[in-house]
């Protein structure tokens, strides 16, 4: 008689490979000229992960992928990992009211998530007395928005055909 765990999960080094994915994404070089509006992408992946699989990604993943965040860009330590534990609890608080929306609703949810972010992120930096913000500092966030339903397919297509759960 064998002894199963009551709980099995498939596939988690799906989510592991498009959270490193995101990082990369995050790092890759650009043209000066679209450089100030790279998307967040380590920030989207994130709030799939916690509004697909709750139960699996969280307010710690978000804390640790943040943390990854701040080593990547050589921010603030824990800059980044509070906005991620922050936007991370609200994604699995809401997971449920969010999914039932078409994709351009979502967008625009997903957009409040990542202004929380960005604000939070923008009072860290105030108060270390680093301003050099200006209006180019949300242009990330309307990249990010218009990028939402892309990301939502392709790792919803991807969790599915991987039976990730």
Request: aromatic share 10%; charged share 10%; hydrophobic share 60%.
């Amino acid at each position: 008689m064998s002894m199963k765990p009551l709980i099995r999960h498939n596939n988690g080094w799906i989510i592991v490979v498009s959270m490193i994915v995101a990082l990369m994404l995050t790092s890759m070089p650009l043209p000066e000229i679209v450089q100030n509006w790279r998307p967040a992408w380590a920030l989207l992946v994130l709030i799939y992960w916690c509004m697909a699989l709750p139960h699996r990604v969280g307010i710690g993943s978000g804390w640790l992928f943040g943390l990854c965040v701040d080593v990547l860009q050589g921010s603030m330590l824990g800059q980044h990992a509070m906005g991620f534990a922050v936007v991370a609890f609200i994604a699995t608080t809401v997971h449920q009211r969010i999914r039932v929306f078409p994709l351009w609703q979502q967008s625009l949810i997903v957009g409040a998530m990542l202004a929380i972010e960005m604000l939070l992120t923008y009072l860290v930096r105030g108060i270390a007395d680093i301003s050099d913000v200006g209006v180019v500092y949300w242009a990330p966030l309307v990249a990010s928005i218009m990028l939402w339903p892309w990301v939502f397919i392709i790792l919803r297509d991807l969790r599915r055909k991987a039976r990730v759960y």
